[in-house]
Nanobody
């Protein structure tokens, strides 16, 4: 129904910035919320940020609040995650996902379509 492809990952020094993109295709009209999650080796996938596709209301994990900004361009069917002041602990594979929930969806179980992930590595 919906296909998601992340891009923009890479290697960056601590304090640097990176912008991730999530291109959606298929039945993009079914997107109610787009979220970003990340998973480091040996750790559980954790919520990063989410945005309502209509209206643009945003939600952030406390760990990234003030540093990351989530946005979307409905006309381009693309979501973005601007990451500033990056820290080594931000190193992980980042995934974008779609949710049918609109009220602060923070759990992986609340998302049903996922991208393949893009690696973000922050060096000290």
């Amino acid at each position: 129904q919906v296909q998601l492809v992340e891009s923009g990952g890479g290697l960056v020094q601590a304090g640097g910035s990176l912008r991730l993109s999530c291109a959606a295709s298929g039945r993009t009209s079914s997107i109610l919320t787009m979220g970003w999650f990340r998973q480091a080796p040996g750790k559980e996938r954790e919520f990063v940020a989410a945005i309502r596709w209509s209206g643009g209301r945003t939600y952030y994990a406390d760990s990234v609040k003030g540093r990351f900004t989530i946005s979307r361009d409905n006309a381009k069917n693309t979501g973005y995650l601007q990451m500033n002041s990056l820290k080594p602990e931000d190193t992980a594979v980042y995934y974008c996902a779609r949710s049918s929930f609109v009220t602060l969806p923070r759990s992986s179980s609340q998302y049903d379509y996922w991208g393949q992930g893009t690696q973000v590595t922050v060096s000290s």
